[in-house]
């Protein structure tokens, strides 16, 4: 018995028409399907309260609380951009002490300390490291602190998937986690095969969503600069996402070169300043301007050496004269001469025929002989000395041919991240 069709019972365009009309209904069917779906992960659209600017600005006023004074506005995320071994790690750990504990961050700002827990994911060092450098980091109410090595496990962070992101938001909400660090966002791109250049904003967008089922007001994400430029590398997203950039910078390539940090963002424009290191707490503190303070510093350590050695008043143009073999251009000493006179290191005075003398000013101080001593008022005597303390800092002095320059170097305490 021969099978029947559509066409043998209907005819061929009714048979066609029918077809049509299954295909319709099973694709209807898909996207509603879809749509209840997107609803249901999205959650209820809550009413907007429309106001006008009028209304808005009738309203009491609320100054804007911070998590940290002048760094981070409450409720607000943070992009910490830093050079590769620049100490992003240990900036992150004093953050995390100042936000249990309290107390000052980098030893001048107020930090108002979280109600619940800090989460940090870190993602490329090791178990063990980080428990030595947590334990090093002194942290009082470390019941508070919850840290995840994830290397090797970043692939479990895949957010971007609704189901794993509903898993982390339960497990966070249920430690209470009120900040959350994330060290750093280049081996989770890798693991979930996305492409750092372009997709970087899909886990933002992720990330974002994240935050706001586990009801965590703020977070900091860590991430790489690119080797020879000085900001987040990859999606432009990255910086258009975060309320405040952080820059963690090294001075030069050393890897042994001073740090500098520097913010910007919403409410926030904090000026590049270098940062000290306490290699047994681990504690960074502010304690210098920025790169170019750095370098008119060492400048200045060795106008400092001229004067001394000259044991006398000398003009700018002597000056000049007696760093002619050195590195420094006539314009750098200039500006130096003029950091000096700034901060006091140097005093200048009217000489003669409208010139200009230098003597060290009552805060420089020189080291002869392995021991300090503060430059006289009156510049009298002619000391020997074999380093130079400019505004706090020590730079020892070397010869080079038949004159002397300065190389940048620390007390004890005073070692690199």
Not at 121 to 147: A, C, N, P, T
Request: net charge negative.
């Amino acid at each position: 018995m021969n099978e029947l069709h559509a066409d043998d019972i209907f005819g061929p365009d009714e048979a066609y028409a029918r077809r049509v009309q299954l295909a319709y209904d099973a694709e209807r069917a898909k996207r509603e399907a879809r749509r209840m779906l997107d609803a249901t992960e999205r959650g209820p659209v809550l009413p907007l309260a429309i106001l006008t600017v009028r209304e808005r600005l009738a309203r009491p006023r609320v100054a804007t609380p911070w998590r940290i004074e002048n760094w981070q506005p409450a409720g607000s995320r943070v992009v910490l951009a830093a050079q590769f071994k620049a100490g992003k790690t240990t900036l992150t750990g004093n953050l995390v002490r100042c936000l249990v504990d309290g107390g000052l961050f980098l030893g001048r700002d107020r930090v108002f300390p979280v109600a619940g827990t800090v989460a940090v994911l870190d993602f490329e060092m090791s178990d063990y490291k980080l428990d030595d450098w947590y334990r090093d980091f002194g942290i009082e109410h470390d019941d508070r602190v919850i840290v995840l090595p994830m290397r090797g496990r970043a692939s479990s962070f895949a957010i971007t998937d609704a189901d794993v992101r509903r898993e982390w938001a339960a497990r966070l909400k249920a430690y209470k986690v009120a900040y959350l660090v994330i060290d750093c966002l280049r081996p989770i791109l890798d693991a979930l095969g996305m492409d750092e250049h372009r997709e970087a904003g899909q886990f933002l967008v992720a990330l974002d969503a994240l935050l706001k089922d586990a009801e965590i007001p703020d977070a900091m994400l860590v991430h790489h600069m690119g080797h020879a430029g000085e900001r987040s590398r990859g999606d432009s997203r990255l910086r258009d996402w975060p309320d405040v950039e952080m820059r963690l910078l090294r001075q030069d390539d050393d890897p042994g070169s001073p740090r500098f940090i520097t913010a910007y963002g919403r409410d926030v424009d904090i000026p590049e300043a270098q940062l000290e290191y306490d290699p047994a707490t681990r504690r960074l503190t502010v304690a210098g301007g920025s790169r170019k303070d750095a370098q008119l510093a060492e400048v200045l350590a060795d106008i400092l050496g001229v004067l001394t050695d000259a044991g006398a008043p000398q003009s700018g143009r002597a000056i000049k004269a007696a760093l002619a073999d050195s590195e420094h251009g006539r314009d750098t000493i200039d500006a130096a001469l003029k950091y000096g006179a700034r901060n006091g290191d140097l005093i200048p005075h009217a000489g003669p025929r409208n010139s200009k003398l230098y003597i060290p000013g009552s805060g420089s101080s020189v080291r002869v002989s392995g021991s300090v001593r503060q430059c006289p008022d009156d510049f009298n005597g002619h000391p020997v000395n074999t380093s130079v303390r400019v505004s706090g800092r020590l730079y020892k002095r070397r010869t080079l041919g038949h004159s002397e320059v300065s190389d940048a170097r620390t007390d004890d305490a005073d070692e690199r991240i």
